[in-house]
Nanobody
Framework: QVQLVESGGGLVQAGGSLRLSCAAS????????MGWFRQAPGKERELVAA???????YYGDPVKGRFTISRDNAKNTVYLQMNNLKPEDTAVYYC????????????????WGQGTQVTVSS
């Protein structure tokens, strides 16, 4: 069992930055692929970024070049650095863990955090 707790969300003006953190419980964090998803009101949840066990990263097209996902296995934490934020980035952001080498599809993820709100004002 893995518990995930997100932090770092908030209100920011367009063009600003935020860094989300996701702390995972347990001693097997390094065996999980990790992902960040988001869900805006009235929209389906979408993958923002993912990072494999070995540190290979994947980004959704809307955030390429602006967001960076990273992981610190010693701290059992995955991060999402978000730069040049836009109003369309407004959503609840969820951290997720998949007990596999890599994962991009929502159905591949086994554990989810409770979400953190990110609001970008214009």
């Amino acid at each position: 069992q893995v518990q995930l707790v997100e932090s770092g969300g908030g209100l920011v003006q367009a063009g600003g930055s935020l860094r989300l953190s996701c702390a995972a419980s347990g001693r097997t964090f390094s065996s999980y692929a990790m992902g960040w998803f988001r869900q805006a009101p009235g929209k389906e949840r979408e993958l923002v970024a993912a990072i494999s066990r070995g540190g290979i990263t994947y980004y959704g097209d809307p955030v390429k070049g602006r967001f960076t996902i990273s992981r610190d296995n010693a701290k059992n934490t995955v991060y999402l650095q978000m730069n040049n934020l836009k109003p369309e980035d407004t959503a609840v952001y969820y951290c997720a863990a998949a007990h596999r080498i890599t994962a991009q599809a929502e159905r591949e993820y086994d554990y989810w955090g409770q979400g953190t709100q990110v609001t970008v004002s214009s």
